[in-house]
């Protein structure tokens, strides 16, 4: 069984700060795969990354950016310089790869709230 | 291109009613997933299913039934809702692990259920 920690219930912080979101994962699986979704207030649950457990390269999108850490078992997601439209609901989810079950496991979500 | 599509948006159920959310995927993806959220629990899966005509069962089955009887429909049913079954519902769909790396899976704009 895997389990996905979010141990953040909600950060908030003023815009232009540099905000980092915690993801902490446990599986027994050697291949799987790592997301983070964002759910702003209108409800839908955006994909904005995919990383598969063998490729441990942080990844840099604009002002997005995400460290995968196999040894501490973590996939932090860090926003630099917020901004209000960053305000949202962010989830980490794991999918095995092996073992059979390649059902995703979600986090309970980090509520991140950017005040002007 | 729909992608992953939830009738219907709303619905206020009274104790003791039924009803059937349907799930319609037009990417041909094989997995699909009904996930229920409630404040603070993050997305906990209800059932999923791996393909035409399988389901089984997730972390929180009780009280719901599910139906798969074409690829690209997935159904979930409440045949006697509770007030404890008021929440917001997800589906999803998503390839196998084998679909070329394209492991995320895509979510509907979800259910907004009210029992009463």
């Known amino acids: 069984a895997q389990k996905v920690t979010q141990a953040q219930t909600e950060i908030s912080v003023v815009e232009k700060e540099d905000v980092t979101l915690d993801c902490v994962y446990e599986?027994?699986?050697?291949?799987?795969?790592l997301f983070w979704y964002k759910q702003p207030p209108s409800g839908e649950l955006v994909f904005l990354i995919r990383?598969?457990?063998?490729?441990?390269q942080n990844e840099i999108s604009g002002r997005y950016s995400w460290n995968f850490q196999k040894s501490t078992s973590s996939f932090n997601f860090t926003i630099t310089a917020s901004q209000v439209v960053d305000s949202a609901v962010y989830f980490c989810?794991?999918?095995?790869?092996?073992?059979?079950?390649?059902?995703?496991?979600f986090g309970r979500g980090t509520s991140l709230i950017v005040h002007p | 291109n729909a992608g992953v599509t939830q009738t219907p948006k709303f619905r206020v159920l009274k104790t003791g009613q039924s009803m059937t959310l349907l799930c319609a995927q037009d990417?041909?993806?094989?997995?699909m997933y009904w996930y229920r959220q409630d404040p603070g629990m993050g997305l906990r899966l209800i059932h999923y299913?791996?393909?035409?005509?399988?389901?089984a069962k997730g972390e929180v089955p009780d009280g719901y039934n599910v139906s798969r009887l074409k690829k690209q429909n997935f159904l979930l049913g409440l045949e006697s809702a509770a007030p404890s079954q008021t929440s917001v519902y997800f589906c999803?769909?998503?390839?196998?692990?084998?679909?070329?790396?394209?492991?995320?899976?895509?979510f509907g704009q979800g259910t907004r259920l009210t029992v009463v």
């Open positions: 299913s791996v393909g035409e005509g399988t389901t």
């Open positions: 989810a794991l999918r095995p790869a092996s073992g059979g079950s390649y059902i995703p496991t």
């Open positions: 599986t027994r699986d050697t291949t799987y795969y």
């Open positions: 999803a769909s998503s390839y196998s692990i084998t679909g070329g790396g394209l492991t995320e899976a895509f």
């Open positions: 990417m041909n993806h094989e997995y």
């Open positions: 990383r598969n457990s063998f490729d441990e």
